[in-house]
């Protein structure tokens, strides 16, 4: 089995691409490595990348390539025999959208448009994408279900990601392309983004400097910790979506279709007060975390809970990790990593 894993050198996608090599499949592997965040941490992971094929014997190919570049991805899809295709390519961030909206149109949209074409020329068996919970935007109804309607983004990124999922819809109507969307929750762990909120506390508390808590940490996520997300994209890209035979146009679900479409959540159906997790970093660290409690951020949603029944039953897999296991395994790799 050859996989393209766009966005290898990303935090998921690292984490994806490892772990296919480690099970003897072959990646080809695509990332622009941009320097949205510390572009060090980016070429460790693709350090890591090499290594695992080594010693897996598994064969690995990487295009240091812009995703919305088409003469690129022509050439990645006309030179590799690409069975299956893995996007998790995209710019991410909920409040840099709000000061960059260009970057995700670039990325989420024209990059994702290309990627759509070269799956449907080259007769992709799957394309597997990262969705988001921030699609859920306005509603308030818990936990969060893919049977109920996304149409009030709060943000640009989210506004992004649901076109991605439409996108993908209209391709596999017309060109029986199937594409399955996941919608990840709060994905935290090893080798994580340097501007997500666990990174920046970890950081900041072991310099004794203050963590900024929005919402004055009332506001909840479903943290999902990497390893389940991992395990829960790979599942899903082993079993290509198939059309919904129950599927009704008088009563459309948005999770399903009569074409090989399908949406999932992905997260750990259990919610967690942002300050409850703040205490689980303080715990593993040994530290008291220094707290400059702000109001809410302008796009960020007070709570996630997701809903994985779906995702349980098609694939045979929840997410499971408790937080303050996952925070702990996260620290244990900071102080490795950065030597601390």
């Not at 990601?161 to 819809?169: G, I, P, Q, W």
Request: charged letters at 25%.
């Amino acid at each position: 089995m050859t996989t393209l894993v766009t966005g290898n050198a990303g935090f998921i996608g690292f984490h994806v691409a490892k772990t296919l090599l480690e099970r003897g499949d072959n990646v080809v592997g695509f990332d622009i490595v941009n320097d949205y965040y510390d572009p060090a941490i980016k070429q460790a992971r693709l350090e890591i990348l090499e290594e695992t094929a080594q010693r897996t014997g598994s064969r690995y190919v990487f295009y240091r390539e812009n995703l919305a570049d088409p003469k690129a991805v022509k050439r990645c899809f006309t030179e590799q025999r690409i069975e299956r295709v893995i996007n998790l390519a995209a710019q991410a961030g909920v409040r840099y959208s709000l000061e960059n909206p260009h970057a995700y149109v670039e990325s989420n949209v024209i990059a994702f448009t290309y990627l759509l074409e070269a799956c449907r020329h080259h007769k992709v068996e799957h394309l597997t994408y990262a969705s988001t919970s921030s699609v859920y935007g306005a509603n308030t109804k818990m936990p969060f279900s893919e049977h109920e309607g996304v149409d009030h983004p709060l943000q640009f990124y989210a506004a992004t990601k649901r076109a991605n999922e439409l996108m993908a819809h209209s391709y596999s109507h017309l060109y029986r392309l199937p594409t399955t969307g996941l919608r990840f929750f709060t994905v935290y762990g090893p080798w994580g983004r340097p501007d997500m909120a666990l990174f920046l506390f970890t950081k900041a508390t072991l310099a004794g400097e203050p963590i900024k808590v929005f919402n004055h940490g009332n506001h909840t996520r479903d943290f999902t910790y990497i390893d389940d997300i991992v395990e829960g994209v790979i599942r899903v890209s082993d079993q290509p979506a198939t059309p919904d035979p129950e599927w009704s146009s008088d009563a459309p679900d948005p999770a399903t279709s009569n074409a090989p479409f399908r949406l999932y959540n992905i997260g750990n159906n259990d919610p967690v007060k942002l300050s409850t997790y703040i205490e689980a970093v303080e715990e593993a660290l040994g530290k008291k975390a220094i707290k400059d409690l702000l109001p809410l951020q302008p796009g960020d949603v007070p709570d996630t809970y997701a809903d994985s029944t779906e995702l349980e039953r098609a694939v045979g897999y929840k997410p499971a990790t408790p937080v303050k296991q996952g925070v702990a395994n996260f620290v244990a790799w900071y102080r490795d990593y950065y030597k601390v």
